[in-house]
């Protein structure tokens, strides 16, 4: 008996089962019936400070005895011309100076060598009596 209880309370949950809707919208959206224009303030634009011909030059030298730091630059200039050198102390004694200049027709140049910063003087051979 207890079985077609269950049967019967199942055919019953079958038949009075419904798909769930989802509820209606609402309202529908519509456009805003007046937009109001906010006029934007006018900002002056300021001219910017431009030098068609620049020019500068720098130049530092260091000289750091405790670290041996030993370098110097200088660099110019002039329109769009620019020359310059520097120079430091390579680990094996030797000075390293670098001269270039660059300009929009070359492009960039380098010319590298290097000098020796002090001639080691040479010990004279000792005569031997033969």
Do not use: W
Request: no cysteine.
């Amino acid at each position: 008996m207890a079985f077609k209880f269950a049967v019967f309370a199942a055919i019953v949950a079958v038949a009075n089962a419904v798909a769930i809707g989802y509820p209606a919208p609402l309202g529908a959206y519509h456009a805003p019936l007046g937009v109001a224009k906010i006029a934007a303030p006018v900002v002056a634009k300021v001219a910017d400070d431009y030098d068609p011909n620049p020019q500068y030059s720098y130049s530092y030298h260091i000289a750091d005895a405790l670290t041996g730091d030993n370098k110097e630059q200088q660099e110019s200039r002039s329109g769009d011309s620019v020359t310059g050198s520097y120079s430091l102390v390579e680990p094996d004694g030797t000075r390293r100076v670098v001269e270039y200049t660059a300009d929009p027709v070359n492009g960039f140049n380098a010319v590298v060598h290097r000098e020796p910063l002090a001639v080691k003087a040479v010990a004279p051979v000792a005569k031997i009596a033969a």
